[in-house]
């Protein structure tokens, strides 16, 4: 009789047998729901497929994504685009590259004219930058051939760029991705009656400024830069850097000594800046000896006006501090001695890269994964950076916002942490890295509370979703906790892998999945949390 009733009753199933008719199984074999169209675009966009996940490396994750990508542009390509330029506008995705790849299957490959020429229309917008427009180029040639749409979208980049950032695309990204401009240009056909933009365009084909009025801004960052190219010394570069306002990008490699070092901390923006300070230190410019420097520096990465500009994302700061706090480079030989106030400033500059974050005032319990799926794989390709150092380090944003939250961990059964919010994020994420073992059960949050009655408001789970190792679903458990509770608890997801799962049912309203490192993710969390959405 019991195995019977068992058999029939919905809420007694086991992770690894369906619950209702609207779950998929995941890659670890659990059932969980798949991710809306919005949803898994968003997280593609935010999180990449770069470093693979437990389940699949990174080639066959990449195909999923792809594969999902070409059904989705075949199918809804409107969606796509509203769902990319909303990313982008909102600064909220680490990396360009997912939305280029997107744009150039909404703009090769749509089934209707007027999507294509949407895609490419937004091309400005998205590849703001020369490095960015020669990786959708890239793209877009694997893509098909260089069609009189290909060919105008192209142009109207180079007829409508600020002549100014124009000419700091010629001497600073002259090329990437085996494309050069002087590529683009020939198969693009720019036309402008403008002197000084046709004098860029010029520049960028053969590398001949012509004889104009050379104080024009534009054409004296060309002036400069072939000045520098004649450089001999790491000083004459930096006097010309300085003068003509020139990036490190536009001098040549064998005088980019100390001082042209100095020069660029004026002259290049702050993206270069948090991916050059191990350099800095390496040449001796950023040093213990020199707290004129430090500060300059922390006054740049951690002031939040400046990260706002710059456009720097969460992710951007954590990478920078990740690397810089270990004294040497992922690649190459190089060592520097990090000096402990630019630590302390990258990880302020990682919390305030998320922007104003309020709090809800409700009473949080933040759940993070430590199970084995969790140790493997990088989060948006940052080297090192695996999923459940993500969640340590993601969680510590609201831990320290929230006045009422506490962090367990959990695989298969709870785990204490011991993390608190005067963790820093290195503390945070060796605690989370200690206890990072063993079989997956994304309900056990619920469970434990219900156990422990402990009054919990907000369960918010990070978690790459590839539970399977419960005796009861999350949605399930989260239910029983209720009715134990007297209390309407809403449940967050945390999403930290770009897969199309998560344990979130998306026709509740108590239930919301957003993904990790979006920096839209804590004002979204915090309405949700508040019941403003």
Same mark, same amino acid.
């Given at each position: 009789m019991k195995n019977l009733l068992n058999a029939i009753t919905r809420t007694s199933r086991p992770q690894t047998e369906r619950l209702d008719a609207h779950q998929v199984v995941n890659n670890a074999g659990g059932f969980v729901y798949a991710l809306p169209d919005e949803g898994r675009l968003t997280r593609f966009l935010v999180l990449g497929t770069d470093g693979g996940t437990f389940y699949a490396t990174e080639r066959p994750h990449t195909l999923q994504a792809t594969a999902f990508l070409n059904e989705l542009v075949q &199918? $809804? %390509? %409107?969606?796509?685009?509203?769902?990319?330029l909303d990313v982008v506008r909102g600064g909220r995705a680490p990396k360009a590259d997912p939305a280029l790849l997107v744009l150039a299957l909404i703009a090769k490959t749509a089934p209707s004219a007027a999507d294509?020429?949407?895609?490419? $229309?937004?091309?400005?917008? /998205?590849? &703001? *930058?020369?490095?960015?427009?020669?990786?959708? @180029?890239?793209? %877009? !040639? +694997?893509?098909?051939? =260089?069609?009189r749409l290909t060919r105008r979208g192209v142009a109207n980049v180079y007829e409508t760029a600020d002549v100014?950032?124009? +000419?700091? =695309?010629? /001497?600073k990204y002259k090329a990437r991705d085996g494309w050069s401009q002087a590529d683009a240009l020939r198969k693009s056909h720019p036309r402008t009656t403008d002197a000084q933009r046709n004098a860029v365009l010029k520049f960028m084909v053969d590398g001949v400024l012509p004889d104009l009025d050379a104080d024009a801004p534009a054409l004296r960052v060309i002036e400069g830069h072939l000045k520098a190219m004649q450089a001999r010394t790491d000083a004459d570069a930096a006097t010309l850097m300085r003068e003509y306002g020139l990036p490190m990008e536009a001098v040549p490699t064998t005088v980019r000594g100390p001082e042209v070092y100095r020069a660029a901390?004026? *002259?290049?923006?702050?993206? =270069?800046?948090? &991916?050059?300070?191990?350099? @800095?230190?390496?040449?001796g410019v950023l040093t213990l000896n020199d707290p004129a420097v430090t500060r300059a520096v922390v006054n740049r990465i951690a002031n939040p006006d400046v990260l706002k500009r710059g456009r720097i994302h969460p992710l951007d700061a954590l990478k920078a501090r990740l690397v810089y706090a270990q004294g040497r480079g992922v690649k190459g030989s190089g060592t520097w001695t990090p000096v402990p106030r630019i630590v302390d400033a990258l990880e302020e500059a990682f919390t305030l890269a998320f922007g104003n974050v309020q709090a809800a005032g409700t009473r949080h319990l933040l759940a993070l994964d430590v199970s084995g799926s969790m140790t493997c794989g990088q989060v948006a390709g940052v080297p090192g950076l695996t999923p459940n150092m993500a969640a340590a380090a993601m969680s510590m944003v609201a831990l320290r916002t929230e006045p009422a939250a506490f962090t367990m961990g959990f695989a298969n059964q709870f785990r204490a942490l011991g993390i608190t919010p005067r963790d820093t994020l290195d503390s945070a994420m060796r605690k989370a890295q200690a206890s990072s073992f063993g079989a997956t059960d994304c309900a056990q949050p619920m469970l434990w509370a219900a156990r422990e009655k402990l009054a919990v !408001? *907000?369960? /918010?789970?990070?978690?790459d979703n590839e539970t399977w190792a419960g005796t009861t679903h999350p949605k399930v458990a989260l239910d029983r906790y209720a009715q134990q509770m007297g209390i309407r608890p809403r449940l967050i997801v945390v999403g930290l892998t770009a897969t199309g799962f998560t344990i979130a049912d998306p026709d509740r309203a108590d239930m919301l999945d957003v993904v990790g490192f979006d920096t839209a993710a804590p004002g979204i969390m915090t309405a949700f949390a508040r019941g403003d959405v």
């Open positions: &199918r $809804d %390509a %409107a969606l796509a685009l509203r769902v990319t294509r020429k949407a895609a490419w $229309d937004a091309l400005p917008e /998205v590849a &703001r *930058t020369g490095t960015m427009l020669l990786h959708f @180029l890239a793209f %877009a !040639d +694997a893509l098909g051939g =260089w069609g100014t950032r124009l +000419a700091l =695309w010629a /001497v901390m004026e *002259t290049n923006g702050l993206t =270069w800046l948090l &991916r050059n300070l191990g350099n @800095l230190g390496r040449v !408001d *907000t369960f /918010v789970v990070y978690t």
